[in-house]
């Protein structure tokens, strides 16, 4: 498995941006798809965004297209979620995850690796 270590939450006014960063360690970052989910109080977790280890095809949740943006770095083992025209309804406990596949995935049970969440939170 991947180790996985979120950073870059924090509190935001609507309108504003953040960064999210997910620093990999333990195996190659090679050949994994890495995804973005989050969780808000009382709702399951859910998909927010999602990149192929090469970088070259990424996919996006409705609620994400035209203000996330997911990159990766391979030589750093990082992965990004750039955030803009944040909204109350962002706010959440966001988690970066692995999954062993050269395609994209979407469905939370297809990754195996998790980090432990950083806590994003919007105000209006």
């Known amino acids: 498995q991947v180790q996985l270590v979120e950073s870059g939450g924090g509190l935001v006014q609507a309108g504003g941006s953040l960064r999210l960063s997910c620093a990999a360690s333990?195996?190659?970052?090679?050949?994994?798809?890495m995804g973005w989910f989050r969780q808000a109080p009382g709702k399951e977790r859910e998909f927010v965004a999602a990149?192929?280890?090469?970088?070259?095809?990424?996919y996006y949740a409705d609620s994400a297209k035209g203000r996330f943006t997911i990159s990766r770095d391979n030589a750093k083992n990082t992965v990004y979620l750039h955030m803009n025209s944040l909204k109350p309804e962002d706010t959440a406990v966001y988690y970066c995850?692995?999954?062993?596949?050269?395609?994209?995935?979407?469905?939370?049970?297809?990754?195996?690796?998790w980090g432990q969440g950083t806590q994003v939170t919007v105000s209006s």
């Open positions: 995850a692995a999954a062993s596949s050269l395609s994209l995935r979407v469905d939370i049970r297809d990754y195996d690796s």
């Open positions: 333990g195996r190659t970052f090679r050949g994994y798809v």
């Open positions: 990149i192929r280890w090469s970088g070259s095809s990424t």
